[in-house]
């Protein structure tokens, strides 16, 4: 799998970096790239040396750390839902782990506060013919935080339907890769 994608993102021209030091990890789900800095969630599945890496690795951006308890990982409650919008879920463990974004960020980011953590996953995206998009859980899974969602009027707003790969702990982040090329792809 993880030599897989690496020939896909070679393919692509991409700069990769390996992780060698064998003690860190560094889950996909727990990195939050806000566009002006990183959140990094403590995990199961992410330690500080991980972190302390993807710092060294991307040297012109801030990485703050955020512990993560009673999820799997940070993105199974928050997400940016749009340039400057994050969007969290309702519980105490979201809301702790926003505060403790907020006390770590010299930037002051909109909220987006959605009832279902696991709803709060999205994918944004900025797609130059039609503006703001927003990847959601379909209201037949999570109606009132569909109707949060729905607010969002300046966005392109796609309900996705994501039961069957919950089942296996898989968000719709956990579904996709971002990539940030011209069109001649």
């Known amino acids: 799998q993880v030599e897989a994608m690496k020939r896909v993102l070679e393919s692509l021209n991409l700069n990769i970096v390996e992780m060698v030091d064998e003690n860190a990890t ?17 995990s199961r599945r992410t330690n500080q040396r991980g972190a302390e890496i993807l710092a060294d690795t991307f040297k012109d951006y801030a990485v703050s750390t955020v512990p993560v308890h009673d999820s799997l ?4 409650f928050c997400s940016m839902a749009g340039p400057n919008l994050i969007a969290i879920g309702s519980s105490e463990a979201a809301q702790k782990a926003l ?60 309900p996705i339907a994501n039961t069957e790969l919950e089942k296996v702990d898989g968000s719709l982040t956990c579904c996709s890769v971002l990539i940030n090329k011209t069109s001649e792809l």
Do not use: W
């Open 26 to 42: 560094l889950d996909g789900g727990d990195v939050l790239f806000t566009g002006r800095e990183f959140f990094v969630g403590l």
């Open 73 to 76: 990982h940070l993105k199974s």
């Open 99 to 158: 505060k403790t974004m907020q006390q770590m960020s010299d930037h002051r980011y909109d909220k987006l506060t959605v009832p279902d953590d696991a709803a709060a996953n999205c994918i944004y995206l900025n797609i130059p013919s039609k503006g703001h998009v927003l990847l959601h859980r379909a209201p037949e899974e999570y109606p009132e935080s569909a109707k949060v969602f729905e607010k969002l009027k300046d966005h392109m707003l796609i």
